[in-house]
């Protein structure tokens, strides 16, 4: 079993910077990607970033410049670095994991932090 916890979502003025964590705990063998999702109201999730250990970090185009995503491997912890935010990064943020577990492969999802961009 495998649990994310993210942390660091909050109210923040546009033009601001926020720092969320998300860090993995239980039987993880290893960390095969990782990856930060965002979901506004009324819109459908989408990825803003990840990284596999087959490739390397992704963005969206709308983000690029802006976030970055980094990881401490020895915390299995990853952070999004965010820069320069607007009132469109509105959104709960969730992280994902693929990770080497005894007998297999899991996917699992974090329960998500509220980032609110005032304008």
């Known amino acids: 079993q495998v649990q994310l916890v993210e942390s660091g979502g909050d109210l923040v003025q546009a033009g601001g910077s926020l720092r969320l964590s998300c860090a993995a705990s239980g039987s993880i063998f290893s960390i095969l990607a990782m990856a930060w999702y965002r979901q506004a109201p009324g819109k459908q999730r989408e990825l803003v970033a990840g990284?596999?250990?087959?490739?390397?970090?992704n963005y969206a185009d709308s983000v690029k410049g802006r976030f970055t995503m980094s990881r401490d491997n020895a915390k299995n912890t990853v952070y999004l670095q965010m820069n320069s935010l607007k009132p469109e990064d509105t959104g709960v943020y969730y992280c994902?994991?693929?990770?080497?577990?005894?007998?297999?492969?899991?996917?699992?999802w974090g329960q998500g932090t509220q980032v609110t961009v005032s304008s």
């Open positions: 990284f596999s250990n087959s490739g390397g970090t």
């Open positions: 994902n994991g693929v990770f080497k577990v005894g007998v297999g492969l899991t996917q699992n």
